[in-house]
Every structure is written in C-alpha cells, then in structure tokens.
C-alpha cells in the first residue's frame, strides 16, 4: 500500500514538475528514489530472513 502511495506521489510530483523550478523537482524525487531504494531494500531483506527461518525449522523438524 505504501508503495502504491510513493508511486501516486512520483505521478503528482511529475505533473507539478512543469510548475516547480528543477531544483526542487530534483530534490523531491531524490528523496523518492531514496524511499523506494529503502523499501526494496527492507523487504528483500525481510524475505530473505524468512526463507532462511524456514530453511532452519524445517532441518530442526527432520531430525
């Protein structure tokens, strides 16, 4: 759902770039890219921990 979010606010921030100076439009999507850089992150790192989780209860189950 947040991404959806950070997604719509790229899609607003692109139509008020005509509005805005380049500067402050550069700035806002920085501090976008950087927010979806982070949740990519989090959530690969989330995934990765679970599958090891998984890995480890079902060796600790086998034996």
């Known amino acids: 759902m947040s991404l959806l979010a950070a997604l719509l ?3 607003v921030l692109s139509g008020a770039a005509v509005h ?3 500067p402050v439009f550069a700035a806002a999507s920085a501090a976008i890219a950087a927010w979806l850089l982070a949740f990519a992150v ?3 790192l989330g995934r990765t921990r679970a599958h090891t989780d998984a890995l480890v209860d079902a060796h600790a ?3």
């Open 61 to 63: 189950h086998h034996h």
């Open 20 to 22: 805005t100076t380049g």
């Open 9 to 11: 606010a790229l899609a």
């Open 42 to 44: 989090r959530e690969h």
